[in-house]
């Protein structure tokens, strides 16, 4: 069921790897586990696919705004798919969000 392949990497050295022998097997596992690595939705990603930063980083110190635009256009990307980022995040005694929930979240 399991079978091992050598494979080259980009430095030269060799690694092995373990496959699964029959791609019906291998499809079967995947489809079977898949929901529970990584449930039923696609990530939301932080970042568009092809951001690199660029303005961010350009300057000798970060462009924090800049930085924080793209943190906003990520909560609304989050809030179009009906994810709430703060649902079961911990609260203070008033039921406000405590602030290490924003700071870890950020």
């Not at 596992?29 to 696919?49: F, H, K, Q, S, T």
């Not at 980083?57 to 989050?78: G, H, W």
């Amino acid at each position: 069921m399991i079978d091992k392949e050598t494979l080259q990497t980009e430095q030269g050295d060799f690694e092995e790897i373990c496959r699964f022998a029959n791609p019906f097997v291998h499809l079967r596992l995947y489809n079977a586990l898949i929901p529970d690595l990584v449930g039923y939705r696609a990530p939301i990603l932080a970042l568009e696919p092809l951001d690199r930063l660029a303005d961010v980083f350009e300057k000798p110190e970060i462009d924090v705004p800049a930085l924080l635009d793209r943190y906003k256009n990520y909560l609304k990307r989050l809030n179009a798919k009906g994810i709430n980022p703060w649902k079961d995040q911990p609260r203070r005694a008033d039921l406000h969000l405590s602030e290490a929930a924003g700071h870890f979240h950020l």
